[in-house]
């Protein structure tokens, strides 16, 4: 079974450009999440969708920052415009579905992100 | 509101030494509680869960841990570390109804030959 792929592994942009995560969950797996992970932290859930429907986005930092589901499969992850402070490793899961939290949640192996 | 504290930021182990890895939380109701590892360059992997019932878990790889209430520990527990163990280690905590996971800051485990 292939695991969660995410694309590209690292990008170097400087502060105020646009730069987009792409990524893949487990084939039938409903719920996706993003999670960011910045240097020397645990990783800090962005959005989670259950389908194409966003489940929570507290997080998420909206005057910046957009992620769409649109055919409940894969996902994007944007960042316009980007801040020093966005460096990190951006970090994509999946989990079969979300009715209880007994779901393991799947990871893929990141995108590293550093904004110069 | 929810926290998870890992104290030690890393630890170092002699290979074939034993290893306790501390995590504490903050939950008010009864918490869902996960360890997880990442290796360099790796996404995380689950090494075990606690939901309910028996406090002691087990998990892959040789790990287990052990829920502690009354002292709001999850502790992570292997009785004789290999090299390839060197990874960092999360703790996490789910909040029930919410489900969503938060995670600790992570300790870095190091093993010497």
């Known amino acids: 079974e292939a695991g969660v792929a995410q694309s590209p592994r690292y990008k170097i942009i400087e502060k105020r450009q646009s730069v987009a995560f792409w990524c893949n969950p487990i084939?039938?797996?409903?719920?996706l999440y993003w999670y960011q992970q910045i240097l020397g932290q645990g990783p800090k859930l962005l959005i989670q969708?259950?389908?194409?429907?966003?489940?929570?986005d507290s997080q998420l930092p909206k005057d910046r920052f957009s992620a769409e589901r649109l055919k409940g499969v894969d996902s994007t992850l944007k960042i316009q415009p980007a801040k020093l402070e966005d460096s990190a490793v951006y970090l994509c899961?999946?989990?079969?579905?979300?009715?209880?939290?007994?779901?393991?949640?799947?990871f893929g192996p990141g995108t590293r992100l550093t904004v110069l | 509101a929810q926290s998870v504290t890992q104290p030690d930021i890393h630890i170092t182990v002699s290979e074939g030494a034993s290893l306790e890895l501390r995590c504490n939380y903050s939950?008010?109701?009864?918490?869902?509680l996960f360890w997880y590892v990442q290796s360099p360059g790796q996404g995380l992997q689950l090494l075990l869960k606690?939901?309910?019932?028996?406090?002691l878990v087990q998990g892959i790889k040789g790990f287990e841990a052990e829920f502690k209430r009354s002292q709001s520990s999850f502790n992570l527990r292997k009785p004789s570390v290999h090299w390839s163990d060197a990874a960092e280690y999360f703790c996490?905590?789910?909040?029930?109804?919410?489900?969503?996971?938060?995670f600790g800051a992570g300790t870095r485990l190091f093993v010497k030959a």
């Open positions: 996490a905590v789910e909040t029930t109804g919410g489900f969503k996971t938060i």
């Open positions: 939950y008010g109701a009864t918490p869902y």
């Open positions: 606690y939901f309910s019932g028996d406090t």
């Open positions: 084939s039938g797996h409903a719920t």
């Open positions: 969708f259950q389908n194409n429907g966003v489940v929570d």
């Open positions: 899961a999946s989990s079969w579905q979300r009715v209880t939290s007994t779901d393991t949640q799947y």
